[in-house]
């Protein structure tokens, strides 16, 4: 029994290496038809400004949201901690290399994750089970190109943006509670401020965001085109696409900040 029980591990943990190189396969495909389609005509740009406008302007209110309330809690746990050593000058600083390097684009690429990733395959995988996708290959139109590739670009545009907008609001935020709230003089904040925030700050930032953005795209609309038996598959996908934005986003941030702390 131990010995047919050990075979059964063995013979489980190689289907699963089997069938996450499979989806390695599958994926790199997917991202290969991309480079493939970017620059082949017919450019489709009614539907890339479509795209646009939902994963960027549909989502200012949560970022800007999301970014009044990060500067502002961290300007003031910033504030005590700094505090207890006298440096509380350096409030201004700390808040916005923080947000520049990691809190604007890690938060911004889980928020576009959660809510326009989720949409991308939930609208995708709805064309697919209604047979809309095999539709559009019947009338000669590549699904793909329809489909992926404005989502694709106007996530990689998008997220960026965001980030942008969300490191100005959390600034303004951490700014309002250092200044006004814990009364940190103006003038030290904003000489601290300068003294020690650089470009290559907000680069590193930008540089994280269009990767996310171009991540969290091409997995919600892989697992769009992978939904299955109906709407519980859509459901699925969905899910799916969610999970594994949200974990590519926080993984890669890892390996992305140890490359260009390197570089910038």
Known sequence: MPIKTGAGLIEKFGDSILRAIEETGKVTLFVGQFFYWVFRPPFRFRLLFAQLYFIGNKSLFIICLSGAFTGMVLAYQTYFGFKIISVDSL?????????????APVL???IVAG???????????????????????VMGIDSYQYLALPRIIAGTLSLPMLTIIFLLVGNLGGWLVGTKALMIDETMYFSKLGEFMFLADI?????KSIFFGFSIAVIGTYFGFEVKRGAEGVGKGTNMAVVWGMIFVLISDYFLT???IKIL
């Open 108 to 110: 911004s690429g889980l």
């Open 258 to 260: 140890s490359f260009l």
């Open 203 to 207: 680069y590193q930032g930008v540089i």
């Open 115 to 137: 809510r326009a990733g989720a949409a991308m395959a939930a609208q995708i995988g709805t064309m697919k089970v209604t047979e809309q996708v095999d539709a559009l290959e």
């Open 91 to 103: 409030v201004g600083p700390v808040v916005a290399i923080s947000l520049a390097r990691e809190l």
